[in-house]
Structure formats: C-alpha cells, structure tokens
C-alpha cells in the first residue's frame, strides 16, 4: 500500500498532463520534482510505468515537457541506475515527437547527469534539450499566464530573481515593443481590431475558421485536440498580420485552422469573457449545481455587447461541434479542457491549479447549454456561424 504523499504526487502529474497545450495546441506536460515524496515511499518502477501509460496516450501527436527540477533533494532523488533504465524504456516512439525539453531551475546535478548520460543520447535528441534559468525566460516559449506552476517553484524563482537583481545590470537593452499594425489581428485587443477593420463585429480570424471548421471539420476526430507544424502557423499569423489572403484549403488540414483559432483566442490582449468576470467565473463552484446555469447566464449576459456577441458566436460554433461528438469524441466536457484557459485568465499572474476546474465546469456549462444561455440577450449587430 502507497502513502498518501504517493498517490497525491500521481494525482498532480495526471491533472497536469491532462490539462496543458502550447501556444501552437501541442500538448504540454508538466512534470515537477517538489511534487513528489521520499523515495522510500515511492515505488520507482511503478512510476516509470505509470509515466510510460500517461505519455502512451500523447506521444503519437507533437509534445512538449517541460521538467521544474526544484524540490529534487537527496531524500527523493532516484538513482542514476533508475535513470537509466527509464531513458532506455523511452524508446524511439516517445522521443519522435517530442519537440522540446524544458529544464526549469537546473542544477549542478542535472549537468552531471547529463555529461554521464551523454554517450547514449542521440544528437537528434540533445538538441531538444533546453535550460531555462528562470521562469521569465519560458515567456519567450509558452503561454506563461496560462502555465500551471507549483507555488514551491513559483517561491524558489522570486528568490532567485531577487539574487539577481542585487547584480549588474546586462549592458544590453531591449528594444521597445513595436506598435501593432493597423492590419494586426493576433495579440491585439477586440476593440482594436474592430476600430481597424470597418467595424466589423466578428474578427477575420475567427470568420475564417470557423466557416472552414463549420464546413471541413465538425466530424473530425480529435479536432482541437491535434496540433500543427509550428512554422507554419507564424507563417498563416503573419499572413494575417500583414492584411494578406489565408486560404486553408491550400493547406489541406482542418488541424490547422483549429490551431489557429485556439492561438488567436490565447493572444488576444484581454480574454474574450474579460477580466472583469474571472473571479465571478472561480466561484461558480460555490453555487449550488441546480442554479449554475443561471449563474452563468447572468455571468455572461453581463459582458460588453461586443464581447457577447463574438462570444456567442464562437460557443454558438463549439455546440455544433459538441453536436457531433460519437464521431469527433469532442463532448462538450472535452471542448471546455481545450477552450476554458484560453477564454479567461487572471489581469496578473497566472492561472493556477485550483483555478482550473471552475474554468473548465464554467465553460462546459456554455457549450452544454448554448441556446439556454444565449437566447435571451439579441443584440442587432450579433452573426452566427
């Protein structure tokens, strides 16, 4: 029998692997050593195996890792001979498409372990690994708003942040952020974009996929779930960008204008359900299940008229998506683990573990219950896909 500490250490790896994607909808596991117990609790071998069941379900699909190697102590260290054995399970079928390898806060041990280890990695594989000194420097890679990190990890980089700001500045000093063009759609808020685009309500972006969506991909299994070659979706944000035509049928995947979407949903400068409602959205836990719905409806129908009406248009879409699930396996329960962190995030910080569920359960409610939810507020300019 496993203590307590074990089986809440599997409980966190499994949460996190189920809920992260990156910026371009690869799926995005978590791995962090604070979180797990005393090895003389912890059966090493059942772990590997565990890890290899867990990675099974992604790893014919692109993925990241990252690995916050803070709280790794001598008292829940495995052995080397243990990893060993676990890179030489890993075999090929895990090491494919995995993209990157984040090593967050990595120590002295790491770059022992992995001078030792170096003669059995492949070149192909060594260039995947990437040190990430500080948290700050993930901003350059992933969604850090939306990332989930332990409060431990969170502490230990304040700290280390604040060692380095005791040093010398770099003489080196970055660039002011360009304005964004007067084309921009990724990054920019709703308003900007309607300000810049004769007013249009529904954005370009979201027009566009979801008519291709609508039409290409409602029965496509897994869809939202796969991601797309990294290159090119810059390559179709610039084309939007600059103001120049993106025709998806060129591209001849549905993943791809799903990825997009997803993209511009997450860069948006303020969340589509805003800031103002997040912390209405954390507690809707606290409201009985009975009244939920209702909660949500006044939730929503209290957003900017704007913000409504391009949020139910897109809810409008993911229904119909949800609508077809026996075949595309995309229940609105699934749908909101994809859309809930990339429609709500706090002004400042990011989202936390807790912060998760009400998220998700909020945003489920909204496809569920589309037409109980939406009927009722009509205002003259809203469109449906």
């Known amino acids: 029998m496993f203590s307590v500490n074990f089986h809440k250490a599997y409980l966190l790896v499994t949460f996190l692997l189920l809920k992260q994607y990156d910026n371009y909808g690869r799926k995005l596991i978590i791995f962090s050593s604070c979180c797990l117990p005393p090895s003389h609790q912890l059966n090493h071998h059942r772990l590997l195996e565990y890890l290899k069941y867990t990675l099974d379900q992604y790893v014919e699909m692109d993925y990241i890792l990252v690995y916050f190697h803070y709280g790794l102590r001598s008292s829940n260290k495995p052995s080397l001979r243990w990893l060993r054995e676990a890179y030489s399970e890993f075999d090929r079928k895990y090491k494919k498409n995995l993209k990157t390898l984040y090593v967050v806060h990595p120590t002295n041990f790491i770059r022992i372990v992995w001078n030792i280890f170096k003669p059995l990695i492949s070149r192909k594989f060594g260039k995947k690994l990437t040190y990430v000194n500080y948290l700050a420097e993930l901003r350059d890679h992933l969604n850090y708003e939306q990332l989930i990190i332990p409060p431990d990890v969170l502490r230990h ?49 979201m027009s566009q996929t979801i008519t291709y969506l609508k039409e290409k991909g409602l029965r496509t299994e897994g869809i939202f779930r796969r991601s797309a070659h990294v290159q090119l979706i810059k390559d179709i944000q610039k084309l939007y960008n600059l103001g120049k035509p993106v025709n998806f049928e060129q591209y001849g995947d549905v993943h791809v204008p799903a990825v997009i979407l997803k993209t511009f949903l997450r860069e948006l400068s303020e969340p589509l359900l805003t800031f103002r409602v997040y912390n209405q959205v954390q507690e809707i836990l606290n409201v009985e299940s009975s009244l939920r719905v209702t909660r949500c409806k006044q939730i929503v129908e209290s957003l900017p008229e704007h913000h409504f009406i391009v949020l139910k248009y897109l809810i409008c879409f993911l229904h119909m998506v949800s609508q077809e699930s026996i075949v595309n396996k995309m229940s609105p329960s699934n749908l909101a683990c994809v859309f809930g962190v990339n429609l709500v995030w706090p002004r400042q910080g990011s989202i936390s573990l807790s912060a998760l569920m009400p998220i998700n359960i909020f945003t489920e409610i909204l496809i569920e219950h589309f037409h109980t939810l939406f009927s009722s507020r009509c205002p003259p300019g809203q469109v449906t896909p």
Request: hydrophobic share 30%.
């Open 157 to 205: 980089d304040e700290k280390l942040c604040a060692i380095q700001k005791d040093r010398p500045p770099p003489s080196v000093k970055k660039p002011p952020p360009r304005p964004p063009l007067p084309t921009q759609q990724f990054g920019v808020s709703l308003q900007y974009i309607r300000e810049k685009n004769r007013e249009a309500i529904i954005p370009l972006v």
